[in-house]
């Protein structure tokens, strides 16, 4: 079968990575505006990289968990297109391979100025020099408010050419991510939510399974893999 998938930060909350907007999630400690956005990183890029270097600090010690590790396993069942909302590299050190960072990654650095792409180092400043240009403008290849997140042709594309759309993890509060069922649905894909509690576009979904990822990905499959 044809599957795409769509997670977010509640894949990887039992791994130990904050989520968003949790009552105790990182956008109740952090405005938006000041370290997701390229103005805030303009206004200051020291706190910018200070908080990404954070969270770059916190994937290197979490681990992945039995929800990545059963998305490996789906796709070595069916046709799996994995597209992810998160920075961390946990669906990829969990077996996933070819995996769509539609938001970008931690593991990424680019240069504002040039564009250019490299390996992140574990921290990364505001002096650093891009590797292509010099210029002392690098970022984290994160995908920011207000900018446009990658890939977002091919991630059409599967999501359209699939059988069954699957959303785990995610608050469906940030588009485009969160208009992918719709899409889908309009489309006469089956969609099914796997989450925490039910999200803001609920409703998009004809399926729903309630709990922690750990134990419903893994149930669901278990059912799409005999
Ligand atoms: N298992 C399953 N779902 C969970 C778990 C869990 N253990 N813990 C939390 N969740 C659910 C929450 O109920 C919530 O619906 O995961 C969702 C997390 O929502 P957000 O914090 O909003 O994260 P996400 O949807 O990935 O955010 C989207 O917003 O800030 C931006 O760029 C950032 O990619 C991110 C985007």
Not at 7 to 16: D, K, L, M, Q, R
Not at 113 to 121: S, T, V
Not at 195 to 224: C, K, M
Request: proline fraction near 6%.
């Amino acid at each position: 079968m044809r599957i795409a998938v769509l997670t977010g930060a509640g894949i990887s909350a039992e791994s130990g990575i904050r989520t968003f907007r949790a009552t105790d999630g990182l956008w109740e400690e952090h405005r938006i505006e000041d370290v997701a956005t390229p103005e805030g990183f303009r206004r200051d890029p020291i706190l910018v990289h200070r908080f990404y270097n954070m969270r770059r600090a916190d994937v290197a010690r979490a681990l992945p968990n039995e929800a990545h590790l059963a998305l490996a396993r789906l796709a070595r069942h069916h046709d799996v297109t994995l597209i992810t909302q998160n920075v961390d590299d946990l669906h990829e050190r969990g077996g996933s391979g070819d995996v769509i960072h539609m938001h970008g990654s931690l593991a990424g650095a680019t240069c504002a100025a040039c564009g250019h792409r490299w390996q992140a180092p574990l921290a990364m400043s505001p002096v650093d020099p891009c590797p292509d240009c010099g210029k002392p403008e690098a970022r984290p290849d994160i995908v920011w408010f207000g900018e446009i997140p990658y890939h977002m042709e091919r991630i059409w594309a599967a999501v359209e050419g699939a059988e069954l759309f699957a959303a785990i993890g995610t608050s469906g509060q940030v588009y485009p991510a969160a208009g992918l069922a719709q899409h889908a649905r309009r489309r006469g894909v089956r969609t099914i939510e796997l989450n925490l509690d039910r999200s803001a576009v609920s409703r998009d979904f004809d399926e729903h399974r309630i709990g922690p990822a750990t134990r419903v990905v893994p149930e669901w499959v278990t059912q799409l893999c005999p």
